[in-house]
């Protein structure tokens, strides 16, 4: 029931969607239409045009995050959060891919995809896909793309779904999308506080 409490489950709250979504340590967007019901559930009064605009406003972002799937969080804390756990999120899609990496220096693939993005306001996953196939002709295109999604600080383009977004929303950088700089430091003290006030000991 603590759990429950601290995940807003227990009673509806009088709450706006960016503070709600910011109380969860991150809110489960695989798919984009959860955390509509997600937010449903725990807020007095809520309506979709609320995280709509919120998404729209890039008050709240949809990320790759915790083990490498996708959240909502508000934008403040991706900026905070996201170095202290970039490592993580890299280390573990490159054991995940394990021998579809053979050969790829990892390290130049995603210099690569920065200079990509720097390039261009947003791009799909498929348009990544070929211009990273352009680079690297001899690589597992989709395996060296998760890389460089998973690597970079990206977030999805709200792009007018049924939820706000499609399955071909693109992706941008992140530090753009959002008007601010990523915090250059991990703060891991701070991403376990923040975890342990949404989920507890």
Not at 45 to 65: D, H, I, K, Q, Y
Not at 82 to 103: N, P, V, W
């Amino acid at each position: 029931r603590a759990t429950l409490a601290r995940q807003l489950l227990l009673e509806r709250h009088e709450l706006g969607a960016v503070e709600a979504v910011g109380l969860l340590g991150g809110m489960q967007a695989q798919e984009p239409g959860p955390p509509y019901i997600g937010l449903w559930s725990r807020i007095e009064g809520f309506e979709a045009p609320e995280l709509e605009s919120a998404l729209e406003e890039r008050r709240v972002v949809r990320a790759t995050a915790m083990r490498g799937t996708v959240h909502l969080l508000p934008a403040r804390d991706y900026a905070r959060l996201h170095t202290a756990i970039a490592e993580a999120l890299e280390g573990d899609m490159a054991r995940y891919l394990g021998s579809r990496l053979e050969g790829v220096d990892v390290a130049a693939l995603v210099e690569d995809g920065r200079e990509l993005f720097a390039k261009q306001d947003s791009m799909s996953a498929a348009a990544l896909r070929d211009a990273l196939a352009k680079r690297h002709p001899e690589a597992d295109v989709r395996a060296i793309a998760a890389v460089v999604r998973t690597s970079l600080p990206l977030v999805r383009v709200p792009d007018g779904g049924r939820w706000g977004f499609t399955p071909k929303a693109p992706f941008t950088d992140a530090e753009r999308w959002i008007g601010q700089p990523l915090r250059k430091r991990p703060d891991r003290a701070e991403l376990v506080r923040r975890y342990l006030a949404a989920f507890g000991p």
